[in-house]
């Protein structure tokens, strides 16, 4: 085959050279493409176990307070050592309440299921008698205790039901609270029953951290009772004025201190001294 000579002066390493330099300063090159930007690292979420334990340990202390309750029929059969466990238990769970201004959060209707003192005291018809009787407190303790004396109808104890609904909308709080006493027969006969019915005045206290809630008693009426039931039904007492006569003309308010409540439980503490405690479920909360 032919072999063809490259011309006189040049050679291929020469002829290629320029060519090259051509190419590499051509001002039509793309620049090398920019590196694109490195997103930071996600924070790493909590641990499973840290967002949940003061869920759970108030769960277990809910299950305990509840148990204690119900071994106690409410607190009316505690003895001191019990009511000291109980109030233990409390004081733990009200440190980890998880609701902000609770006061604002107490809507619906709610079942008493702990009280350390009587359980009719729930009523808020109570709540204002102690303030403006004579002797203080000391004395309407003295008169809820005899109270509580009185015969009881049956082996079940004098207190059914008791139950609390609240509308913070309307400014109103229903009480119901059934009962069943005055047998001098010994249970030979039905004795008295019915459910008495308190109404209040109710509204979060301005200021303050949202967890006291003004209470003023309005009217009080006996609803189903077996004895003269058509007529105690349209009897209705108006224990505000009655109140506000002993007081001087003035409303007479209670306060109420709200100091635990989530969607099942709440715990109200009433009295000069806040030892008053009443513990309430959410009606049907933790039926199955």
Known sequence: SR?????SGTSPET?????????????TASPPPAASP????????PSPAAEDYDALERQALVRRLLGLAAATSRG??????SRAVIEDVLVELEFLNPTTEPA??????????YANVEAFRSSPFFWGFQKIVPGGEDLAKRLFEFTAGLPVAGTRGPFGQIQQTFSLESNELVSEVEMKIFDPFFAV???ISGTVVSTANV???????????LVAPRTTRVRNANVGGVLLDQIVVPTSDL??????????????????????????????????????????????
């Open 3 to 7: 072999v063809v000579a490259p011309a």
């Open 15 to 27: 002829d290629s050279a320029p060519t090259v330099a051509a190419s590499a300063a051509s001002p």
């Open 38 to 45: 490195v997103a930071p690292p996600s924070p790493s979420p």
């Open 76 to 81: 009316q059969q505690a003895d001191r050592d």
């Open 104 to 113: 604002r959060s107490v809507d619906g209707e709610w079942c008493l299921v």
């Open 189 to 191: 006969l039905d004795g």
């Open 203 to 213: 509204k979060v206290k301005q200021g303050g951290d949202g967890d006291t809630l």
């Open 243 to 288: 109140m506000s006569g002993v007081a001087d003309g003035g409303a007479v308010e209670a306060e109420a201190v709200v100091t635990y409540v989530d969607d099942m439980l709440r715990v109200t503490r009433v009295g000069e001294n806040l030892d008053q405690v009443f513990v309430y479920t959410r009606k049907n909360a933790f039926e199955m």
